[in-house]
């Protein structure tokens, strides 16, 4: 064999051997990614102060939270009690403001103003507060959670409240219990359950803290960073996920403590707010109730 003939060979063994080699670190590097991107807890505490899971936006709540689990039960509409203060509602000064219907279990109740009423621009604001005491049996237990834009129809969404914290009612096609539709700026009527809630044991510390919410979603792929999460609100609430409020069954509703988290995603030029409630079993999205 001559040098030429030698020489050719070595060439194409180390061609080979930076082929192999080349592989190899790529298929490393991969790994590597793959591994930072699926979520261990010393990855997600540097997502976290590297800002690649944004929480800049929001004040995380205390790590000391007393929570305690709630009892509900549906109000029927057609009681003597309640059929009262819907009269007083609906004709103030013997003067109608609205009509008024209920289904057949009593538990949901339909309403049309006979005159549309102004809304406020932001009803997030304490200026809802007076409409809801004014025209909404016990108003004053509800809170604005969001609103929904369709075919110029304009829905605005309130949860009920136990001690300032919102009270979500799911799994249910409805996750809000009282529901405005508006025309215009003026609100045309509203549908509308109610629960008597109470509390059903002794308070205690919320089981799962404000970063531990987080990193459950970030642990069940629910915050992928190349879509750049932000969290852009963290509340306390309350869900009850065993059992569904039925209008056929008077059964008690049960109410565990959760944390209701909304996440902005980017998606190149597409932008997307998706929202989880995260308790102490698991984490359940709102898109799984209205499915």
């Known amino acids: 064999m001559n040098w030429g003939q030698t020489k050719a060979i070595f060439i194409l063994c180390f061609f080979f051997l930076d082929i192999f080699l080349g592989y190899h670190l790529w298929e490393n590097h991969h790994q590597y990614q793959e591994q930072y991107e699926s979520g261990s807890d010393n990855n997600f505490d540097q997502l976290i102060s590297s800002n690649r899971i944004d929480t800049s936006h929001v004040t995380l709540?205390?790590?000391?939270?007393?929570?305690?689990?709630?009892?509900?039960?549906?109000?029927?509409?057609?009681?003597d009690s309640v059929h009262k203060a819907l009269e007083k509602l609906s004709a103030p000064k013997g003067k109608q403001v609205f009509d008024y219907t209920t289904d057949s279990s009593g538990t949901e109740l339909s309403v049309k103003f006979i005159k549309p009423i102004s809304m406020p621009k932001d009803p997030s604001t304490n200026a809802i507060n007076g409409l809801l005491k004014k025209y909404i049996y016990q108003g004053d237990h509800y809170n604005f959670w969001k609103v929904d834009k369709q075919d110029g129809i304009t829905v605005y969404h309130f949860v009920q409240t136990y001690n300032t914290y919102q009270v979500f009612s799911i799994p249910n096609?409805?996750?809000?219990?009282l529901d405005v539709?508006?025309?215009?700026?003026?609100?045309?009527?509203y549908e509308q359950t109610f629960i008597h809630i109470r509390p059903a044991n002794q308070k205690m510390t919320m089981p799962v803290t404000p970063m531990e919410a987080i990193q459950q979603l970030w642990e069940q792929n629910y915050l992928p960073i190349t879509k750049n999460p932000s969290i852009t609100a963290i509340n306390l609430s309350y869900i009850n996920m065993v059992t569904a409020p039925n209008d056929k069954d008077n059964s008690t509703l049960n109410f565990i403590p959760a944390w209701y988290i909304t996440v902005k995603l980017q998606d190149g030029s597409e932008e997307s707010t998706k929202e989880y409630f995260v308790s102490e079993l698991n984490v359940k999205t709102i898109d799984d109730q209205e499915d």
């Not at 539709?181 to 009527?189: D, F, R």
Request: glycine share 10%.
């Open 173 to 177: 096609e409805k996750v809000s219990t």
């Open 61 to 79: 709540p205390s790590n000391k939270q007393r929570v305690t689990f709630l009892e509900g039960a549906l109000v029927d509409f057609k009681s």
């Open 181 to 189: 539709p508006t025309k215009n700026g003026k609100a045309v009527g």
